[in-house]
């Protein structure tokens, strides 16, 4: 039985911690690991049905014998593979759009192909997956979209221009989405990470010169002295994606250890 977005405030009651997400159906991208594999692992544990999607099919494979996970390899870049997913599976009620890269460097240092790329991931991503699994949502009484945005569409942060620049789209694209359908059911916010440990992280510290003094530098960064895990970040999705947040849209939730202070 599928949950109307309305039926818990107009209750006055809300499912247990355990059941959050019980009778709900979730596509996450970039599900393979770090945040969206996290938050796919954490939509399951509440409840939902959770389809996990990502381009690395080896990795996205490991999720196959999680219980209320089923699996799927797209690329999000791929507006085909896209609509094909969509004409395929039933309607969604939630939709957490997690991929993105994080690109380094100053606006000087930016290649064209850099920019296109990072808009194209970042932001066009997005974009693609929305327009196709909002329209289902609108059929069936609404639905819950989380996006990933990052601290640094807040803040400045050095040598992350491009990347910033994408995640500041990413919280207008919430936005606008949010005002065009809140009186349809749709909710939509997104999420602003500060430093997460991820495969992703570990990449871009062994890529510089002194990976460890380049650790101590990411953990500086966080006034509360460490950095976030991605089941942090997932716990914030979960809250989102449930009646929980049924008031709750066009909102940056920034899960950041304080950067933003």
Known sequence: MRCTWQAGAASGTLPTMRNRLQGKRALVTAAAQGIGEATARAFADAGANVLATDIN???LAELESVPSISTRELDVTDTRAIAELTAQESAFDILFN???FVHHGTILACKDEEWDMAFDLNVKSMYRVTKAVLPGMLESGGGSIINISSIAAHKGLVNRF???ATKAAVVGFTKSIAADYVT???????IAPG?????SLDQRI???DDPVAARKQFIAR???????TAEEIAAMAVYLASDESVFTTGTLMKV???MSI
Do not use: E, H, L, W
């Open 256 to 258: 950041d250890g304080g």
């Open 206 to 208: 062994q890529a510089f």
């Open 184 to 190: 349809q059911g749709i909710r939509c916010n997104a």
């Open 195 to 199: 430093t997460v440990q991820s495969p």
């Open 57 to 59: 099919a080896t990795k």
């Open 98 to 100: 997690c991929a993105g």
């Open 162 to 164: 491009a990347y910033g």
């Open 222 to 228: 966080q006034p509360m002295g460490r950095i976030g």
